[in-house]
């Protein structure tokens, strides 16, 4: 009883979730060994011990009480201290505390294993059942189930939550650069407003696939380890991180693609509409005047054969660094219809100066310079397009198929 016992983690593994792993394991370990407390305080010592036995029985007390006094006791050792007991019980102790065990065999082990064993058993009214020996082999086979049982879900447990620290970092590192590309966006330190849209793009499709392990590996947990081959579930988890970070991969890269498809004009119905450049936008730097008279002509009989298609936005004001979208007022009150009164405050009244529509209507607050050349390079009309864009990048990841589906309608469409 003195050999340590194996490490689940691997030997020498310092790394954090290893470190919070043993913590989560020491306290079950604890927990499990308060309640074998009361097998060394009640437990009735059969008689006839020779002087080995008592030995050995006394060498696994103290390996017991020096377990407990360690600060991150090991589960393991505390299994195998159970069973050792076994041994040393007196006989009326045994046929007294079977069904205590058979008890814990029913709740723990699966249903397809609970009825081979049964199926083992002779019925309940057989002399055996009064043979103390017999009903000793039954409790050791039935702990050795148990704690089989317990061992591989806790290492199950352990293999997936490193997983999900792993997982964990990724997006965290993902986070962080995105944050820095926006801080250099925003402040015009050299990150072009592409770069900056089609990364954030890459990021929400890394989160989505984030959500999406992380939900099937808790529904991989919600289940028994051995009610299938626990080992082999084992071996597929241990090795899983490799499938972990291509999901990550993947889900960035669908993100870019289906940005591409919306792009490419090839599917638009409930895709974000777009232009070879944001009607209104103007460059950075570009300070010239409101010019309605474009506006206008746009808008005129004799140009109809020239205006834009039914689903093409309408013609905007141009004013320095922002786009002036028309916006639904109504012509007598001034208010957007449909909106709610507190929210009409974030629109511009006709009086406070803002810059109005073709229509004579107040327009939405502009949008700001880097939004402006955002939605340029981006080839995107507005920045409710520009969010419907981050929705389907969440979905690319998120649903692996998405994407996928989509490149195969497309290709049935051109055969």
């Not at 043993?22 to 308060?34: E, P, Q």
């Not at 939550?161 to 966006?185: C, F, P, R, T």
Request: aromatic share 8%; glycine share 8%.
């Amino acid at each position: 009883m003195t050999q340590d016992a194996p490490n689940i983690e691997g030997v020498g593994d310092t790394s954090i979730s290893s470190r919070w792993a043993r913590r989560a394991g020491a306290f079950v370990a604890r927990t499990y060994g308060d309640s074998l407390r009361d097998n060394f305080d009640h437990l009735e010592v059969r008689d006839g011990l020779d002087a080995v036995q008592a030995a050995i029985f006394k060498q696994i007390k103290a390996d017991y009480e020096a377990e407990m006094l360690k600060p991150l006791p090991d589960f393991p050792t505390m299994l195998r201290i159970e069973a050792a007991l076994v041994d040393f019980a007196s006989d009326a102790y045994i046929l007294q505390r079977y069904w205590a065990v058979e008890d814990r065999f029913e709740r723990i082990l699966p249903a397809g294993t609970r009825a081979t064993f049964k199926a083992s058993l002779p019925q309940r009214g057989d002399k055996q059942w009064t043979d103390a020996a017999y009903v000793r082999r039954q409790i050791r086979s039935l702990l050795d189930s148990i704690h089989a049982n317990y061992t591989v879900n806790l290492a199950r447990e352990r293999i997936v939550q490193g997983l999900k620290v792993g997982m964990l970092g990724v997006i965290s590192v993902a986070a962080i650069i995105e944050s820095i590309l926006g801080i250099l966006y925003a402040n015009g330190w050299g990150i072009a407003p592409l770069t900056f849209g089609l990364y954030t793009l890459v990021v929400v499709g890394i989160l989505g696939a984030a959500l999406s392990m992380s939900r099937r590996l808790q529904v991989a947990v919600s289940h028994d380890a051995m009610a299938s081959d626990g080992i082999f579930e084992l071996i597929g988890l241990r090795l899983g991180w490799v499938g972990m970070v291509l999901s990550l991969v993947m889900g960035g890269a669908f993100a870019l693609v289906v940005y591409f498809i919306a792009q490419s004009g090839v599917l638009s119905v409930g895709y974000p509409s777009t232009l070879d450049r944001p009607v209104g936008a103007v460059a950075e730097g570009d300070t010239s005047a409101s010019t309605s008279s474009e506006a206008a002509s746009a808008t005129s009989p004799e140009n109809s054969s020239q205006r834009e298609p039914p689903n093409a936005m309408p013609a905007a004001v141009k004013t320095p660094a922002c786009v002036i979208e028309p916006c639904p007022c109504d012509a007598d009150t001034g208010l957007i219809a449909g909106l709610a009164p507190d929210v009409q405050s974030n629109f511009a009244s006709a009086s406070s100066g803002v810059p109005l529509d073709t229509g004579g209507h107040a327009c939405k607050i502009p949008l700001t310079q880097k939004e402006a050349q955002l939605l340029q390079a981006m080839r995107l009309r507005s920045m409710t397009d520009f969010y419907k864009m981050l929705l389907l990048a969440f979905l690319a990841g998120f649903a692996e198929q998405f994407v996928p589906d989509i490149l195969n309608r497309l290709t049935k469409r051109q055969t």
